[in-house]
């Protein structure tokens, strides 16, 4: 060991003290030389002088493990595994070897504390663990290491990679970096840290653009590719899960290639390393983010590293190396060149990662480290008979104590600090996973500022896990705008993301939501469809009510349809004012004057009726404006048919010995008018009864439009109405064909024949126009066949007849008629 000390109980260590080992040449011709690790590491030693620490504070107190001494050995890991694997032979078998005193005897530690890399702790465990020597780590992260199954005797005071990778993928994800490169230390720690960071970042929607991996032990030109492809990358976050070993070499190599411009993301290995945070690198990771434990102040600790001195071992190489690479001076009394060391040099006057006490995160897991072995020796030295943990509860001999006896007692672990501390461990090893987010801010004098700008808390509800403060961040380059990587940029509201072919989902091409679909969030992955009675706005980003059409008196198609109707009406009236004026005239008495004023009047009721189609639909007018125009039509066609068969019977009573107008007479007339109209009404309240017309919202003809109309309920009904209307026309229109010819001065079969005419032509016309016009448009086609076919019956049949009582009076004659 490099540090050691005789005690009751012996603890042991196992620290990257330093960080290069040589490379003895492997020529096959000679034994190899030992491997010898060089470069002190005085963060690492700094460690190691805590654990020295936490023991003499146990050793000074009269609470814990009164009258027991604890002891140390300490070994250098160099942070590579053929050294650990040798740590750990020391740590279990002492300075003799094992086959001079065969496996019979306990190991010389009680417990390990170290290391502080996940691949030496890895390659110890799998050595020690079979002797179930508890090992507590201090910085060993890896998720891996919580497998209780390959790992029964490990411990760790520091969180598991699981929750750390899980937490930067939602730091990142928070910031809305959807695209970042990724960089890894090529071992354990990095590969499992990394690996899980990737799994769960691709469940928070985050692409990783390049993912490389490299040792520090790798040649120049590997770590030279690596930085390479960052430059090349197109992502402005660099996710980087390194060792300190690593994180170094890269930053050497970034230097050279003048790598800037990246937003930095840590793990907490290097987020905190005050040897990196120098101005040679301020220009590469300033405004870099990352996770680390909570910071604290061990009392004591900052006077206790002060004495170290290389007099209080003056044959411990490794005291005199630390003094000579913290004052750049040697103790070689047979130096040409340089400084001669005379020891009494102070530590105050210092300020390296040694002496530094500012940022004590890993330092403080050392020390819980100690103590809960210190409180595992003690619940075990004070265990009563029949209370213990082993067989038949029985106590461990404490004169002969065993590690595995004290694995157990570490596995009940619970006890607070003096400076707060909760420890224990969960059934995997592993204590509580809380983290700081740690940002690198400038100061005024130039010096980096590790800066506590949030916390995460794994045992919180996911949504409240991540809690950033209300504090100003820095970022890459000093900026304080928020830096942007992505892809693609944000689909705004409106679009949805469309896949680029073989590149992942993050990137992807924004297109425009089709008609009636919206999207209303950033990023929207797909469009939603409006409801039924909704539509897309012009943005595609809010479904607005659709627009309801119907003919209505406003617009201009219904505002002169209404005029035509009521001009109609007028018109009507006015014809039936002359008519009843001149009542007593033979033009008026000839022509059956109470047919033609019931005529009149039901003309007058097919042009009113036509208002109905005109407005809003709702029940009572989608109910009477069919029924309204069926029987209207039919009390008109009826009366028109009425005055045919009169003019065709009149000249049929001429002939000798005729009895027809005997049965043909005015009232039989009104009769048979009466008769065919009942008819109508009776088939339009069978239509009512059954299945009657209603207000209907029409979605499917228009899309961005809602046609409000009135469905036919049965179209049965609606056709035998309208049937029945033509059936009689055509009955009129053959009657007054056949008594075209008749010799009259004024024969009004004629001018029938020729209202029957028009009147047909307009109703054949309709059914194709009605079927195929769209929305209110048919409501107009309607519209139009009644006012057309109204108006051909008011001309054709009065109007002549109006002109000979107003302009020809002198034709107005019984004997003109005859």
Same mark, same amino acid.
């Given at each position: 060991?490099?540090?050691?000390?005789?005690?009751?109980?012996?603890?042991?260590?196992?620290?990257?003290?330093?960080?290069?080992?040589?490379?003895?040449?492997?020529?096959?011709?000679?034994?190899?030389?030992?491997?010898?690790?060089?470069?002190?590491?005085?963060?690492?030693?700094?460690?190691?002088?805590?654990?020295?620490?936490?023991?003499?504070?146990?050793?000074?107190?009269?609470?814990?493990?009164?009258?027991?001494?604890?002891?140390?050995?300490?070994?250098?890991?160099?942070?590579?595994?053929?050294?650990?694997?040798?740590?750990?032979?020391?740590?279990?078998?002492?300075?003799?070897?094992?086959?001079?005193?065969?496996?019979?005897?306990?190991?010389?530690?009680?417990?390990?504390?170290?290391?502080? =890399?996940?691949?030496?702790?890895?390659?110890?465990?799998?050595?020690?663990?079979?002797?179930?020597?508890?090992?507590?780590?201090?910085?060993?992260?890896?998720?891996?290491?919580?497998?209780?199954?390959?790992?029964?005797?490990?411990?760790?005071?520091?969180?598991?990679?699981?929750?750390?990778?899980?937490?930067?993928?939602?730091?990142?994800?928070?910031?809305?970096?959807?695209?970042?490169?990724?960089?890894?230390?090529?071992?354990?720690?990095?590969?499992?840290?990394?690996?899980?960071?990737?799994?769960?970042?691709?469940?928070?929607?985050?692409?990783?653009?390049?993912?490389?991996?490299?040792?520090?032990?790798?040649?120049?030109?590997?770590?030279?590719?690596?930085?390479?492809?960052?430059?090349?990358?197109?992502?402005?976050?660099?996710?980087?899960?390194?060792?300190?070993? =690593?994180?170094?070499?890269?930053?050497?190599?970034?230097?050279?290639?003048?790598?800037?411009?990246?937003?930095?993301?840590?793990?907490?290995?290097?987020?905190?390393?005050?040897?990196?945070?120098?101005?040679?690198?301020?220009?590469?990771?300033?405004?870099?983010?990352?996770?680390?434990?909570?910071?604290?102040?061990?009392?004591?600790?900052?006077?206790?590293?002060?004495?170290?001195?290389?007099?209080?071992?003056?044959?411990?190489?490794?005291?005199?190396?630390?003094?000579?690479?913290?004052?750049?001076?040697?103790?070689?009394?047979?130096?040409?060149?340089?400084?001669?060391?005379?020891?009494?040099?102070?530590?105050?006057?210092?300020?390296?990662?040694?002496?530094?006490?500012?940022?004590?995160?890993?330092?403080?897991?050392?020390?819980?480290?100690?103590?809960?072995?210190?409180?595992?020796?003690?619940?075990?030295?004070?265990?009563?008979?029949?209370?213990?943990?082993?067989?038949?509860?029985?106590?461990?001999?404490?004169?002969?104590?065993?590690?595995?006896?004290?694995?157990?007692?570490?596995?009940?672990?619970?006890?607070?600090?003096?400076?707060?501390?909760?420890?224990?461990?969960?059934?995997?090893?592993?204590?509580?996973?809380?983290?700081?987010?740690?940002?690198?801010?400038?100061?005024?004098?130039?010096?980096?500022?590790?800066?506590?700008?949030?916390?995460?808390?794994?045992?919180?509800?996911?949504?409240?896990?991540?809690?950033?403060?209300?504090?100003?961040?820095?970022?890459?380059?000093?900026?304080?705008?928020?830096?942007?990587?992505?892809?693609?940029?944000?689909?705004?509201?409106?679009?949805?993301?469309?896949?680029?072919?073989?590149?992942?989902?993050?990137?992807?091409?924004?297109?425009?939501?089709?008609?009636? =679909?919206?999207?209303?969030?950033?990023?929207?992955?797909?469009?939603?469809?409006?409801?039924?009675?909704?539509?897309?706005?012009?943005?595609?980003?809010?479904?607005?009510?659709?627009?309801?059409?119907?003919?209505?008196?406003?617009? /201009? /198609?219904?505002?002169?349809?209404?005029?035509?109707?009521?001009?109609?009406?007028?018109?009507?009236?006015?014809?039936?004012?002359?008519?009843?004026?001149?009542?007593?005239?033979?033009?008026?008495?000839?022509?059956?004057?109470?047919?033609?004023?019931?005529?009149?009047?039901?003309?007058?009721?097919?042009?009113?009726?036509?208002?109905?189609?005109?407005?809003?639909?709702?029940?009572?007018?989608?109910?009477?404006?069919?029924?309204?125009?069926?029987?209207?039509?039919?009390?008109?066609?009826?009366?028109?048919?009425?005055?045919?068969?009169?003019?065709?019977?009149?000249?049929?009573?001429?002939?000798?010995?005729?009895?027809?107008?005997?049965?043909?007479?005015?009232?039989?007339?009104?009769?048979?008018?009466?008769?065919?109209?009942?008819?109508?009404?009776?088939?339009?309240?069978?239509?009512?009864?059954?299945?009657?017309?209603?207000?209907?919202?029409?979605?499917?003809?228009?899309?961005?439009?809602?046609?409000?109309?009135?469905?036919?309920?049965?179209?049965?009904?609606?056709?035998?109405?309208?049937?029945?209307?033509?059936?009689?026309?055509?009955?009129?229109?053959?009657?007054?064909?056949?008594?075209?010819?008749?010799?009259?001065?004024?024969?009004?079969?004629?001018?029938?024949?020729?209202?029957?005419?028009?009147?047909?032509?307009?109703?054949?016309?309709?059914?194709?126009?009605?079927?195929?016009?769209?929305?209110?448009?048919?409501?107009?086609?309607?519209?139009?066949?009644?006012?057309?076919?109204?108006?051909?019956?008011?001309?054709?049949?009065?109007?002549?007849?109006?002109?000979?009582?107003?302009?020809?009076?002198?034709?107005?004659?019984?004997?003109?008629?005859?």
């Amino acid at each position: 060991p490099l540090l050691s000390k005789k005690g009751d109980i012996i603890i042991g260590g196992a620290f990257t003290l330093h960080n290069q080992m040589s490379k003895p040449s492997l020529s096959f011709e000679v034994t190899p030389e030992d491997l010898t690790c060089s470069r002190i590491n005085l963060r690492e030693f700094r460690f190691a002088q805590t654990m020295i620490f936490a023991i003499e504070e146990i050793n000074n107190s009269s609470l814990l493990l009164p009258n027991i001494s604890i002891g140390y050995k300490i070994f250098d890991t160099c942070g590579l595994t053929l050294p650990s694997t040798r740590a750990v032979m020391g740590l279990m078998n002492g300075k003799t070897n094992a086959s001079d005193r065969g496996c019979s005897r306990r190991a010389s530690v009680h417990a390990i504390i170290g290391s502080s =890399e996940s691949s030496s702790t890895i390659v110890m465990l799998q050595i020690s663990g079979i002797f179930h020597i508890p090992m507590i780590s201090h910085f060993a992260t890896c998720a891996c290491l919580s497998n209780r199954k390959q790992y029964p005797s490990f411990f760790r005071t520091i969180p598991s990679d699981f929750y750390q990778s899980r937490a930067l993928a939602k730091l990142v994800k928070h910031f809305g970096w959807t695209w970042v490169g990724t960089v890894k230390s090529d071992n354990d720690y990095g590969n499992n840290g990394l690996a899980t960071f990737i799994m769960a970042a691709k469940q928070e929607g985050v692409c990783v653009e390049y993912s490389e991996g490299f040792s520090w032990t790798d040649p120049s030109e590997q770590i030279a590719r690596v930085v390479t492809v960052i430059k090349s990358g197109s992502a402005k976050v660099l996710v980087a899960f390194l060792a300190q070993s =690593e994180m170094s070499v890269l930053l050497e190599e970034a230097v050279k290639q003048n790598l800037t411009g990246l937003q930095w993301v840590g793990s907490e290995s290097w987020i905190t390393a005050g040897h990196l945070a120098v101005k040679k690198y301020s220009a590469i990771l300033m405004g870099s983010l990352g996770f680390t434990i909570r910071k604290t102040k061990i009392t004591g600790l900052q006077k206790f590293l002060l004495q170290v001195n290389p007099s209080q071992d003056p044959q411990n190489n490794l005291l005199k190396e630390f003094w000579e690479t913290t004052f750049s001076c040697s103790f070689q009394s047979d130096m040409h060149q340089g400084t001669q060391c005379s020891g009494t040099e102070k530590l105050n006057d210092i300020q390296n990662p040694f002496t530094d006490v500012s940022e004590l995160r890993i330092s403080n897991n050392v020390y819980k480290a100690v103590y809960a072995v210190a409180h595992a020796m003690h619940a075990m030295f004070n265990c009563k008979d029949g209370e213990g943990l082993f067989e038949n509860n029985t106590c461990a001999d404490r004169h002969n104590v065993q590690p595995w006896q004290v694995l157990h007692y570490l596995k009940q672990v619970n006890f607070t600090t003096k400076i707060g501390d909760h420890v224990f461990f969960d059934e995997n090893g592993d204590p509580p996973a809380k983290y700081e987010i740690i940002n690198w801010q400038p100061t005024q004098n130039g010096i980096v500022d590790f800066v506590t700008v949030g916390l995460y808390d794994a045992s919180l509800p996911a949504k409240k896990q991540l809690k950033l403060q209300n504090k100003t961040l820095v970022w890459a380059q000093n900026s304080e705008q928020v830096p942007v990587s992505a892809c693609s940029k944000k689909c705004p509201p409106g679009t949805r993301k469309l896949l680029q072919k073989g590149k992942p989902v993050c990137c992807y091409d924004c297109l425009r939501c089709a008609d009636g =679909e919206i999207s209303n969030s950033t990023d929207s992955i797909t469009c939603e469809r409006c409801h039924s009675e909704f539509w897309s706005n012009e943005r595609r980003d809010r479904c607005i009510k659709k627009k309801e059409e119907f003919l209505s008196y406003e617009e /201009m /198609m219904g505002a002169l349809l209404a005029a035509s109707s009521i001009l109609g009406t007028c018109v009507t009236a006015v014809v039936m004012f002359i008519f009843f004026k001149f009542r007593q005239t033979p033009i008026v008495r000839a022509n059956n004057s109470a047919l033609s004023f019931l005529l009149l009047f039901s003309l007058m009721l097919c042009f009113l009726c036509s208002l109905t189609f005109i407005g809003r639909p709702s029940d009572w007018s989608c109910m009477l404006r069919h029924t309204a125009f069926g029987i209207t039509f039919v009390l008109c066609i009826s009366c028109v048919l009425g005055k045919t068969m009169a003019v065709l019977m009149a000249f049929r009573a001429t002939l000798p010995g005729s009895h027809v107008m005997k049965w043909f007479g005015p009232a039989q007339q009104r009769v048979s008018v009466l008769g065919f109209t009942l008819i109508q009404v009776f088939i339009c309240i069978l239509w009512l009864t059954i299945s009657p017309p209603f207000p209907f919202k029409n979605i499917k003809d228009f899309k961005d439009r809602i046609i409000l109309e009135c469905a036919l309920g049965s179209a049965v009904g609606f056709w035998v109405v309208l049937g029945y209307i033509g059936l009689l026309a055509m009955f009129c229109f053959i009657l007054a064909f056949l008594a075209r010819k008749l010799p009259d001065n004024f024969n009004e079969a004629k001018f029938i024949t020729f209202s029957m005419l028009i009147f047909c032509a307009v109703w054949v016309t309709f059914i194709p126009a009605y079927v195929s016009s769209p929305g209110k448009f048919s409501v107009a086609v309607e519209i139009f066949a009644i006012l057309s076919s109204g108006f051909g019956l008011l001309i054709c049949i009065f109007l002549p007849k109006c002109y000979i009582i107003l302009l020809k009076p002198e034709r107005n004659s019984k004997k003109n008629l005859m």
